[in-house]
């Protein structure tokens, strides 16, 4: 079945007042009813008008709309979400919006706010239950959560629907745990904390799409973890045994004579920890120092006059 954008129909905004919907309604039912639109399509149009208005002019068949999403689009094909139910009866209302008894309903329509065997001639309404909408939002944390593991409390503005199906952002504060071994683009699933369900049904989850803080010190590809260490060309040239920062600690690593500025050097098992636990490489850069002082510069010079080298070579 297609879905319905019943604000795309009236051409109103999501956050349209119930008079601005109201007026949308009574503008566009008198330019496609039947009796005097000379449109080709206008009974079709006077009744998709009408469909839209009756959800909309409800504040609660209106929020029960709302809950869906605003993600899609007119007709895309839709299934309903899992614990909808069907549930209003708008019968009895038909002169107030232009339907009478027995207008036929598109199939969203009769599949989301369908109508009630047994509902009297006043449009009685029995409860609908339907699960709350799943949310999505993107957290930051640091690499070295990921090492360790945490607890962290966040905040998140939140689309919440009041009581007359508005839609509004609400701050809200969770505590979260992070796991051990994440990954940038991993996915935590908060089971009910997503928007509140309708009729006393579950509320729906939200999904965190966690990243890591751009770092001042690391790179982070996968569960492989970059990090660069700048040598002094001696160091470089005869080779020696420095501290390295890693996010789990300093560790002491053997530099090889004769390393060229560019070369990698692996840790095994040191990048973010898993079952397949990532590799640390460390990028060897070559500092060169200024020549300031006449020492200095008769150092480059007796440097020049030792080796018969040529950089480009």
């Known amino acids: 079945m297609k879905f319905k954008d019943y604000y795309e129909t009236l051409g109103v905004s999501r956050d349209a007042s119930p ?3 109201k007026t949308a309604y009574r503008k566009l039912a008198r330019k496609y009813h039947p009796d005097v639109s000379k449109e080709s399509d206008a009974e079709a149009r006077f009744k998709e008008v009408g469909e839209a208005y009756k959800v909309l ?5 209106r929020a029960s709309y709302d809950q869906l999403g605003a993600n899609w689009k007119n007709g895309q094909d839709f299934q309903p979400p899992p614990g909808s139910s069907s549930g209003f009866d708008f019968r009895g209302q038909g002169a107030q919006a ?3 008894e027995g207008m036929d309903f598109s199939d969203f329509f009769e599949q989301m706010f369908a109508r009630q065997a047994g509902a009297t001639s006043h449009g009685h309404r029995h409860g609908m239950h339907m699960q709350g909408e799943d949310q999505h939002a993107k957290v930051q944390i640091d690499l070295e959560d990921a090492y360790r593991g945490a607890e962290r409390t966040i905040s998140l503005r939140m689309p919440v629907a009041d009581g007359h199906g508005h839609i509004a952002h609400q701050e ?3 505590s ?9 683009g991993q996915t935590l699933r908060l089971a009910g904390q997503g928007s509140a369900g309708i009729g006393g049904a579950k509320a729906g989850d939200l999904y965190l799409e966690v990243n890591f803080r751009p770092h001042s010190r690391y790179r982070v590809d996968g569960r492989d973890v970059y990090v660069d260490l700048p040598l002094a060309p001696w160091e470089a040239a005869l080779g020696a045994n420095i501290s390295v920062a890693t996010p789990e600690g300093a560790v002491e690593l053997t530099i090889p004579a004769n390393s060229a500025s560019g070369r990698k050097l692996r840790l095994k098992g040191k990048g973010i920890p898993g079952k397949d636990a990532g590799d640390l490489y460390v990028v ?4 060169l120092p200024a020549a300031k002082t006449d020492q200095q510069k008769e150092a480059y010079r007796n440097l020049q006059q030792a080796f018969d080298f040529n950089p480009r070579s």
């Open 19 to 21: 008079e601005q919907i």
């Open 284 to 287: 060897l850069g070559i500092a």
């Open 98 to 100: 232009g339907f009478g």
């Open 176 to 184: 979260i745990k992070i796991p051990k071994g994440i990954r940038a």
């Open 172 to 174: 809200r504060t969770l």
């Open 57 to 61: 002019k409800d504040s609660e068949s």
